[in-house]
């Protein structure tokens, strides 16, 4: 009341209602002096009506009525104009239940800002709650042409943080059972599940998804949290909660209270960072950016980037598509590829990705961080979530959002492994759907993808046990049987395969040269069967961890067991069986500390000797960064005992042995060179300059 003398005015403001009528006792001879000042001062220009004055012994000033709640506001923000009416309701939670607010408030959240987001997030389920009631029964709603919005207010100067909603509000029986359903989602079970958990060593975030509990993360930062609530149904009372989170909490009855939920939360004294309004506007627009109801900060709109990857994919315009890009991606530009989809069955699922026309680690700069926001139902649970796409596919930019995301209560883990893990491997299935598709529709525009981002998929293909079939569907490699250049799939090269061919084959080489004179691919040239050609030391990795591909198994030609049809019976021009075996067991007794076997081979033309099933080169190249023994054990050899240097070995190993062992261990490192074995040459020089020596001798 303000009585003669003049109290605080400020204080009588706070006393007014919206819409509601207020009685403030006045002395008949002030009553004038009292609405001027009131104007004056409060600037409540056209805002208060001085209605007839009482004609008793008090002689006070009736029904002074608020017409513009929006004057109230001190720079936006929400003033506490409810209050109490009758006794106050105390209530117990249930019996551990100040253990249970306890871990809630200080263990079960990594970020304590993210009470903003569980806050918004209640906040918004409210809201299309009273929408859906709206739309079957609006004249079962109070005040049902109210805007549904979300209003936050941040009060720096008293350390408060409000947030209030128009959703559906609740009575006094839902305020009891819902806040915080721990209430009634069973402490004692909670509470005995977590003393399990921490006996088998289990994480608390993996058995508290059934514990919906996100209101009560609020007490990580406040010493009191404050709830005013009104139901949505005509004619429901209003209710006040309030609990500082030890165990007990009280319920009263409340006037002036709008429909919906208000919150208010006194902070800690040393959480007052949720009082600057900067840092809440930066919180919500991490989190809740996408809200579909309007978010209003100390008065202004905070929430104004739509969620495109709900929309239909046909009806989101290229500039919508760019800025969204740029806001992922933090860079302008545009985007190589576009994958927009949305599914509703075998889950519910909306997803949005871009394609970079660039990457970082190409500068240089370190390996990336996932790209893919995951949200549920608009708001942000994970930014460069790590689980939802396999790494190698990091270098994508976009969203994931899912109402069947199965979530802890913090909402900040995915806890059901075998759904997420089918949400992955459908996400996989469209995208690699998605490149297989853009290939055959532009086959130079892939390329140009594929030259720029082949790593990520090679890194799929050698590391990703899970996903590697997919990935490896998106391979591109040079062809023996296509121009230089040119470049084929796997799927492509087993379309062209002979019938009786059951293998795919593959050749690693620094170039195209080297490969096509590559002593392992003459059999393969002669019989005109195809071999893919692999330029990059990772593509032996990659190779050999496809493994098979549509069931033909992936092989090297090096360890291919290929044998050339002989064109003539054994002559002049060749060894004979006897001689072969001759010249194979002096060349083995020759060389014993370099070579285990020597044979015959069947597949060579062209080459004098070739190393069988040679070491694999490029994990030898790993051995040696890591400083670990290369040393070669004894190989196993072959020799083409048609080859005009075979057959004058065999000659001069009777005739000159001195010589012929200088030749025999020439033709053995030429093999190890052939195989990508040879590890320094320079023991080669004074062999070399032998020979060279003995070739000038005559001349």
Wanted: aromatic content about 8%; charged content about 30%.
């Amino acid at each position: 009341m303000l009585r003669k003398g003049g109290s605080s005015l400020l204080r009588c403001s706070k006393k007014f209602l919206p819409q509601t009528v207020k009685k403030v006792g006045v002395k008949s001879n002030t009553k004038v002096q009292f609405a001027n000042s009131l104007l004056t001062q409060r600037n409540f220009s056209q805002s208060v009506r001085v209605f007839e004055e009482k004609k008793d012994d008090s002689d006070v000033v009736e029904d002074a009525e608020i017409l513009n709640q929006e004057e109230l506001k001190d720079e936006g923000l929400i003033k506490e104009t409810e209050h109490i009416v009758g006794s106050m309701e105390s209530k117990a939670f249930e019996t551990e239940t100040k253990q249970l607010l306890h871990i809630v408030a200080s263990a079960l959240y990594t970020d304590k800002e993210v009470f903003i987001r569980e806050l918004v997030s209640n906040a918004s389920d409210a809201l299309e709650k009273v929408k859906r009631l709206m739309a079957v029964s609006p004249d079962k709603v109070e005040d049902s042409q109210k805007e549904l919005s979300v209003n936050i207010s941040v009060d720096e100067k008293n350390n408060i943080f409000i947030i209030q909603d128009t959703g559906i509000g609740m009575t006094k029986d839902e305020l009891v059972e819902n806040i915080g359903t721990i209430a009634h989602s069973g402490s004692r079970k909670f509470v005995k599940q977590l003393k399990e958990a921490a006996e088998s060593g289990e994480t608390a975030s993996n058995i508290i998804g059934q514990f919906g509990v996100g209101f009560y993360s609020t007490f990580m930062v406040a010493d009191k949290v404050r709830i005013y609530t009104r139901s949505a149904n005509v004619g429901s009372k209003g209710y006040c909660w309030e609990s500082i989170g030890e165990g007990t909490y009280t319920i009263s009855e409340a006037e002036g209270v709008a429909r919906g939920t208000k919150i208010i939360i006194h902070l800690k004294k040393n959480e007052k960072e949720f009082s600057f309004k900067d840092t809440v506007q930066k919180i919500i627009q991490k989190y809740s950016n996408f809200v579909s109801y309007p978010i209003y900060l100390n008065g202004a709109k905070v929430n104004t980037l739509d969620a495109v990857w709900l929309k239909n994919k046909n009806s989101v315009t290229e500039e919508e598509h760019r800025e969204f890009y740029k806001y992922l991606s933090h860079y302008g530009g545009e985007p190589l590829y576009i994958l927009h989809f949305n599914l509703d069955i075998p889950l519910n699922l909306n997803a949005l990705f871009y394609v970079p026309d660039h990457h970082t680690e190409s500068l240089g700069m370190g390996k990336m961080e996932p790209g893919v926001n995951v949200h549920s139902r608009r708001v942000l649970i994970r930014a460069k979530h790590p689980d939802i796409l396999p790494d190698w596919l990091r270098f994508l930019r976009g969203v994931v959002d899912s109402e069947d995301l199965p979530l802890n209560i913090s909402r900040e883990h995915l806890q059901d492994s075998p759904l997420i893990n089918k949400i992955k491997s459908v996400l996989v299935k469209r995208i690699v759907k998605y490149f297989g598709d853009m290939l055959k529709q532009d086959r130079t525009k892939f390329i140009q993808f594929y030259d720029k981002f082949n790593k990520f998929i090679k890194e799929g293909v050698a590391s990703d046990f899970m996903y590697k079939d997919e990935a490896s569907k998106l391979l591109l490699y040079e062809s023996s049987t296509l121009g230089k250049g040119e470049r084929t799939t796997l799927e492509e090269y087993v379309s062209r395969m002979k019938e009786d061919q059951k293998t795919i084959y593959y050749l690693i080489a620094p170039n195209r040269e080297y490969a096509e004179s590559s002593p392992y691919f003459e059999v393969f040239k002669k019989k005109n069967i195809e071999v893919l050609f692999g330029y990059d030391g990772a593509d032996e990795f990659v190779f050999g961890s496809v493994g098979y591909f549509n069931g033909k198994e992936v092989k090297a030609v090096d360890r291919a067991e290929i044998e050339d049809e002989p064109e003539h019976k054994a002559g002049e021009n060749e060894l004979n069986e006897e001689q072969v075996k001759e010249l194979c067991s002096w060349f083995q007794a020759t060389l014993k500390d370099k070579v285990a076997n020597a044979k015959a081979s069947k597949r060579l033309s062209s080459t004098p000797a070739i190393i069988r099933n040679p070491e694999n080169a490029a994990i030898r190249m790993i051995r040696k960064l890591q400083s670990q023994d290369i040393s070669l054990s004894p190989q196993q050899i072959e020799l083409n005992p048609s080859h005009p240097l075979i057959l004058k070995l065999f000659s001069a190993k009777s005739k000159n042995p001195e010589l012929a062992k200088v030749v025999a261990e020439q033709i053995f490192d030429n093999a190890l060179i052939s195989a990508g074995l040879l590890d320094d040459p320079r023991g080669m020089i004074n062999r070399l300059q032998q020979l060279c020596e003995t070739s000038l001798k005559d001349m």
